[in-house]
């Protein structure tokens, strides 16, 4: 899991609230990003950020928010608007050498909405 | 779409034999490889990647991809497994976006080693 750390590990929420969850490395890498992964589906992409105060939607954004204030800081919030938000978080970095560059992954959050 | 896919839900190897997990993709362009592996409650961890060059990449605890271009694959190999590989193996494919490139993941292929 090197240098990228994910808080809390698992994470409970009444249906209603909105949750953060926490990624931070210290890699010094310039690219971020929150996959979340489902049984059977693979990961599939939240948001990205390539470099600070900037971030881009993926493929499944709708009831996610995330900022990057810091280079070693991206948290993401799952709002209420988030219509099935049980699922297991994945952040990731990349270096931004290119289109070649190697992502590496935290060790991930189990959120659960009771 | 950029895409690829892993045919495969499981695979099932006995210890000390040999053992592919397959994936073949679809991108326009050349393509950039890379395999992943996930143990229970984990993050997934790298394992190796194709970007130019020799067609046999060799990556971490032995494992071995061969990029076959005219079969749009690229899949996963070991000479002898170990009960410890039993894992979720991803494949992913890198995927440009006009300004920026992400990674596209298979669906996972769970690899079950029995002694």
């Known amino acids: 899991d090197g240098g990228i750390t994910q808080s809390p590990k698992y994470l409970f929420r009444k249906e209603g609230q909105n949750v953060t969850l926490s990624c931070e490395q210290n890699?010094?890498?310039?690219?971020m990003y929150w996959y979340r992964q489902d049984p059977g589906q693979g990961l599939r992409l939240i948001y990205y950020?390539?470099?600070?105060?900037?971030?881009q939607k993926g493929d499944i954004a709708e009831g996610y928010s995330v900022s990057r204030e810091k280079k070693e800081s991206f948290p993401l919030t799952v709002t209420s608007a988030q219509k099935n938000p049980t699922a297991f978080y994945l952040c990731?970095?990349?270096?931004?050498?290119?289109?070649?560059?190697?992502?590496?992954f935290g060790p991930g959050t189990r959120l659960t909405v009771l | 779409a950029q895409s690829v896919a892993q045919p495969e839900d499981q695979v099932n190897v006995a210890e000390g034999n040999p053992l592919t997990v397959k994936c073949t993709y679809s991108?326009?362009?050349?393509?950039?490889l890379f395999w992943y592996v996930q143990y229970p409650n984990r993050g997934l961890q790298f394992l190796l990647k194709?970007?130019?060059?020799?067609?046999l990449v060799k990556g971490s605890y032995g494992f071995e991809a061969e990029f076959n271009k005219s079969q749009t694959s690229f899949h996963l190999k070991k000479p002898s497994a170990l009960v410890s590989d039993s894992a979720l193996y991803f494949c992913?494919?890198?995927?440009?976006?006009?300004?920026?490139?992400?990674?596209?993941f298979g669906t996972g292929t769970r690899l079950q080693v029995t002694l």
């Open positions: 950020s390539q470099i600070v105060n900037d971030f």
């Open positions: 194709y970007i130019t060059g020799d067609n």
């Open positions: 990731a970095s990349s270096p931004v050498r290119g289109f070649t560059d190697t992502q590496y």
């Open positions: 991108v326009s362009g050349n393509p950039y």
């Open positions: 890699l010094n890498h310039d690219a």
């Open positions: 992913a494919v890198r995927v440009n976006t006009g300004t920026a490139s992400k990674l596209t």
